[in-house]
């Protein structure tokens, strides 16, 4: 196991640097500068050529592209910018956000997800099974923003339950934190719960009609335990890389539920930055989510292995 | 009788009511949300809104401009012109300090003018300068390469020529907070990215006495604290304005208007003027590089058709006039050409066309969906012109990538933009003169010596006429298009009293809270 966990984290040496590669290529590719953003739309053409010279932009692709990288591979992102700081500090400063969106949306999905899932395939073809399932294809068509915005009306401008947005660190006011999170959190989580339940529903179907549950239940087991000890443990196996997929889909659509409740996380530092163009945040950021999401899935194949025996990598 | 002093009694006690509303009141925060977040905060870096929004509270200008775009001294108590036209003797008031303690200067001018001149994006309009010499205190020495009018450059974009002290504006490199010290009633005190800016009273903040009006007159800061919160979603910003979290919210869609009317704690305003639509025209690329074919432009173009398009047909939100860049509010305003403006004359256009060689070409229209408004104003105008058989290719990306292929000149004819209201002719020479950055290709010998004549020192009647013929010529050439001006919609919470809606920018002095 130790020796495969090496090989892969190996393997995604050669994968980083073509993930690095095009991440650097595309926004050099792309039309539109940020002398834009800086100087605004009428600044003059000297007040434009003394920024391309001081921000290196006149440098060759090639010659940028290594800047960037040996940079990068001494744990050195560059500075942005726009935000008066390093990219690793400005990554730093918001990851805590969308983490603790992640988590929080990740809670909702599972707790939701999960019972509705099994339950779903323990009733199947029951009023309940359809309900759930009707609700399930209902949560994954609606648009995270649409939901966040349904979510501001109802509970903060209706029953003035919870802010509309904004972030407190958890760290400065517990309560106000986690008051300002939970709609965000919600928003996320109902939609991937949806996900989470139609998976673990297929899941279970496949594993109630095995033989050996069929052999558990014939020995006189009691239903709970057939449920809880035999079934589902191997039903979460593609649940868990749904799980997995789930986490990276929080990340990537925090960008939006980011923007709709206006929290300073990894997703609005992207957008912000790719629509102002500063490279160096944008290709640090995209870099370190890239990073992020090969070891997800690395430990994702890992936990196979544990939870069920059977998967053997050596 | 009994029922006459009735009747006084109650007009009393409403009059005294609304008298105690409207008793100007210190403390509080004001909490504004705001479309979007500022690049950098030093106003000479960047010519963008958002920078020039919170400048203004913190930084003020030698001169500025009142509601009626009249230049007004701020900084400075008065200024003298030598008989030559070659240097200019500016005198500055006395005991206005600086956010850090220290009192104004002419040497902090002088270096804030020398920053202005060798960094900023609109440096060019100072491109008459040659020295600039303290004579005392309180007194500098502007000497001129060329007869050039000073204060015209002076009023061009007001809140970006904030004046700073003498050690900071020394450094050309980007000011970070803590260096970016002014003479304004607000004093920036954190930036946190994404999150807020946050400015708070500057205690020791002299204002003068003229009435305020515009960036000019007494500015008194009553809030403790403004925070300029970006808020990007526009749901969220009338949400938070309704459940009170924000007190104030700009860049509203005018949709939103009788929503705003119709909820008793918002007051709606309607900024007046905010923003003009314009095309600019590639004079490098066919077939907008003929002359004839940018006069079948114009002529095929129902400017009140386009106009209103944008805002829904709402006559609060638009003005359709033939003031080239200076709308009626403006003491600039002459109607020189207005036979030219607003034609709709299809038959026209097709003649046009016919004497220019036009053949169905694609004429390619370079836009975008960031900003609603420039998205409703191409397809409108678009629609017009296909009226008239021209064949337009409409190119969407984004802004920056449409400003970035726009600098390219190759491959596009017609540029949409916008251009927030012009306050002195002199500002024009960015899209009119020879080799101007925007004037892309645009050149016309005629009307370079125009501009010039228009920045030379001289009389406001004398330049007045001036702009008459730059204006006249300007539709004879159309190097550009100018359709007309559309108005913005913010709002305020209804505890927000004194607002005034006004320009780009919002204005946080002379504003309280109801208590």
């Known amino acids: 196991m130790i020796q495969y966990a090496f090989r892969r984290l190996l393997a995604l040496v050669p994968m980083w640097i073509v993930v690095s590669l095009i991440t650097f290529s595309i926004m050099y590719l792309i039309p539109g500068d940020p002398l834009v953003s800086i100087l605004g739309p009428s600044a003059s053409p000297e007040a434009r050529a003394r920024m391309i010279k001081s921000m290196h932009l006149d440098d060759p692709f090639w010659v940028r592209y290594w800047k960037w990288l040996s940079g990068a591979m001494h744990g050195d992102l560059g500075e942005s910018i726009f935000l008066g700081r390093s990219v690793s500090q400005a990554i730093v400063e918001r990851l805590p956000v969308t983490l603790y969106l992640g988590i929080g949306a990740l809670i909702v999905a599972l707790v939701l997800g999960l019972p509705a899932g099994i339950t779903s395939a323990l009733k199947r073809n029951s009023a309940i099974d359809t309900a759930v399932m009707a609700l399930a294809l209902a949560g994954l068509s609606t648009p995270e923003f649409l939901l966040g915005l349904v979510l501001i009306y109802v509970f903060a401008v209706g029953l003035g339950w919870f802010p509309v947005g904004g972030y407190v660190p958890l760290t400065q006011n517990l309560l106000e934190g986690l008051r300002r999170l939970v709609m965000p959190c919600f928003t996320l989580g109902v939609i991937w719960a949806a996900l989470v339940a139609r998976m673990t529903r297929a899941a279970m179907l496949d594993v109630l009609e095995t033989d050996y549950i069929r052999t558990a239940r014939a020995k006189g087991l009691a239903e709970r335990s057939v449920i809880w000890r035999h079934a589902l443990r191997v039903a979460l196996i593609p649940v868990t890389t749904v799980i997995g997929f789930v986490v990276l889909l929080i990340v990537s659509g925090a960008f939006i539920t980011e923007i709709v409740f206006s929290l300073p996380g990894m997703g609005n530092l992207v957008v912000n930055s790719v629509l102002k163009r500063d490279y160096p945040v944008v290709q640090g950021a995209m870099l370190f989510i890239t990073t992020g999401t090969l070891l997800i899935n690395l430990l994702i194949d890992l936990l196979y292995a544990y939870l069920d025996p059977r998967i053997k990598y050596d | 009788m009994r029922r006459l002093l009735v009747m006084v009694v109650s007009c009393l006690i409403v009059a005294g009511a609304i008298a105690l509303g409207e008793e100007p009141r210190y403390g509080g925060?004001?909490?504004?949300?705001?479309?979007?977040?500022?690049?950098?905060?030093?106003?000479?870096?960047?010519?963008?809104?958002?920078?020039?929004?919170?400048?203004?509270?913190?930084?003020?200008?030698?001169?500025?401009?009142?509601?009626?775009?009249?230049?007004?001294?701020?900084?400075?108590?008065?200024?003298?012109?030598?008989?030559?036209?070659?240097?200019?003797?500016?005198?500055?008031?006395?005991?206005?300090?600086?956010?850090?303690?220290?009192?104004?200067?002419?040497?902090?001018?002088?270096?804030?003018?020398?920053?202005?001149?060798?960094?900023?994006?609109?440096?060019?309009?100072?491109?008459?300068?040659?020295?600039?010499?303290?004579?005392?205190?309180?007194?500098?020495?502007?000497?001129?390469?060329?007869?050039?009018?000073?204060?015209?450059?002076?009023?061009?974009?007001?809140?970006?020529?904030?004046?700073?002290?003498?050690?900071?504006?020394?450094?050309?490199?980007?000011?970070?907070?803590?260096?970016?010290?002014?003479?304004?009633?607000?004093?920036?005190?954190?930036?946190?990215?994404?999150?807020?800016?946050?400015?708070?009273?500057?205690?020791?903040?002299?204002?003068?006495?003229?009435?305020?009006?515009?960036?000019?007159?007494?500015?008194?800061?009553?809030?403790?604290?403004?925070?300029?919160?970006?808020?990007?979603?526009?749901?969220?910003?009338?949400?938070?304005?309704?459940?009170?979290?924000?007190?104030?919210?700009?860049?509203?869609?005018?949709?939103?208007?009788?929503?705003?009317?119709?909820?008793?704690?918002?007051?709606?305003?309607?900024?007046?003027?905010?923003?003009?639509?314009?095309?600019?025209?590639?004079?490098?690329?066919?077939?907008?590089?003929?002359?004839?074919?940018?006069?079948?432009?114009?002529?095929?173009?129902?400017?009140?058709?386009?106009?209103?398009?944008?805002?829904?047909?709402?006559?609060?939100?638009?003005?359709?006039?033939?003031?080239?860049?200076?709308?009626?509010?403006?003491?600039?305003?002459?109607?020189?050409?207005?036979?030219?403006?607003?034609?709709?004359?299809?038959?026209?256009?097709?003649?046009?066309?016919?004497?220019?060689?036009?053949?169905?070409?694609?004429?390619?229209?370079?836009?975008?969906?960031?900003?609603?408004?420039?998205?409703?104003?191409?397809?409108?105008?678009?629609?017009?012109?296909?009226?008239?058989?021209?064949?337009?290719?409409?190119?969407?990306?984004?802004?920056?990538?449409?400003?970035?292929?726009?600098?390219?000149?190759?491959?596009?004819?017609?540029?949409?933009?916008?251009?927030?209201?012009?306050?002195?002719?002199?500002?024009?020479?960015?899209?009119?003169?020879?080799?101007?950055?925007?004037?892309?290709?645009?050149?016309?010998?005629?009307?370079?010596?125009?501009?010039?004549?228009?920045?030379?020192?001289?009389?406001?009647?004398?330049?007045?006429?001036?702009?008459?013929?730059?204006?006249?010529?300007?539709?004879?050439?159309?190097?550009?298009?100018?359709?007309?001006?559309?108005?913005?919609?913010?709002?305020?919470?209804?505890?927000?009293?004194?607002?005034?809606?006004?320009?780009?920018?919002?204005?946080?002095?002379?504003?309280?809270?109801?208590?």
């Not at chain 2, 705001?34 to 509270?57: R, S």
């Not at chain 2, 709606?268 to 002359?291: C, D, F, G, Y």
């Not at chain 2, 509010?329 to 034609?343: D, F, L, P």
């Not at chain 2, 220019?356 to 694609?362: I, R, S, V």
Request: glycine share 6%; aromatic share 12%.
């Open chain 2, 29 to 515: 925060v004001m909490r504004a949300a705001m479309q979007t977040n500022p690049p950098t905060l030093d106003p000479h870096k960047t010519t963008t809104t958002a920078t020039q929004q919170i400048a203004c509270h913190v930084f003020e200008p030698l001169i500025a401009f009142d509601e009626n775009f009249n230049p007004k001294p701020v900084l400075l108590q008065s200024w003298e012109v030598a008989e030559d036209n070659l240097s200019y003797t500016l005198h500055l008031r006395t005991g206005v300090k600086f956010h850090n303690g220290k009192l104004l200067t002419a040497e902090d001018v002088k270096a804030s003018l020398e920053r202005i001149i060798a960094i900023s994006p609109i440096s060019g309009y100072y491109d008459g300068v040659s020295e600039i010499n303290v004579v005392d205190d309180h007194t500098l020495q502007v000497r001129l390469s060329k007869p050039m009018n000073l204060v015209a450059a002076m009023t061009v974009q007001v809140t970006w020529q904030g004046i700073m002290p003498k050690e900071f504006a020394e450094n050309h490199d980007e000011l970070r907070v803590g260096q970016l010290i002014g003479t304004g009633p607000y004093m920036l005190v954190e930036w946190r990215p994404d999150q807020y800016v946050k400015l708070v009273r500057f205690p020791d903040y002299v204002p003068v006495e003229e009435p305020a009006s515009g960036f000019v007159g007494k500015k008194v800061a009553y809030f403790d604290e403004v925070l300029f919160i970006p808020v990007k979603e526009v749901g969220a910003r009338i949400a938070g304005l309704e459940t009170g979290e924000y007190d104030y919210a700009e860049a509203l869609p005018i949709e939103t208007l009788k929503t705003i009317q119709a909820n008793p704690n918002l007051v709606p305003h309607i900024v007046k003027p905010q923003w003009a639509l314009v095309w600019e025209l590639n004079s490098k690329e066919w077939p907008t590089n003929n002359v004839k074919f940018r006069q079948a432009l114009l002529a095929a173009l129902d400017m009140e058709f386009v106009v209103s398009t944008v805002v829904m047909n709402d006559p609060n939100f638009y003005s359709v006039n033939p003031g080239f860049v200076f709308g009626p509010w403006s003491a600039w305003y002459t109607e020189a050409g207005k036979e030219y403006y607003n034609q709709a004359n299809l038959e026209r256009a097709r003649k046009l066309l016919k004497e220019a060689g036009y053949n169905g070409e694609d004429v390619v229209l370079l836009s975008n969906r960031d900003y609603y408004w420039m998205y409703r104003c191409t397809l409108a105008a678009a629609a017009c012109l296909e009226r008239a058989g021209i064949r337009v290719k409409i190119e969407f990306s984004d802004w920056p990538s449409q400003i970035g292929k726009a600098l390219t000149l190759k491959g596009w004819n017609i540029n949409q933009t916008g251009w927030s209201p012009c306050e002195e002719p002199v500002r024009t020479k960015g899209s009119l003169q020879c080799g101007a950055p925007y004037a892309y290709g645009y050149c016309n010998p005629k009307m370079d010596e125009l501009l010039d004549q228009i920045s030379r020192p001289a009389s406001f009647e004398e330049r007045k006429q001036i702009w008459e013929q730059i204006q006249l010529l300007y539709y004879e050439d159309v190097p550009v298009i100018f359709f007309g001006y559309i108005f913005g919609l913010e709002a305020t919470r209804a505890e927000v009293q004194n607002y005034q809606p006004w320009y780009v920018v919002p204005r946080f002095w002379n504003v309280w809270k109801r208590g």
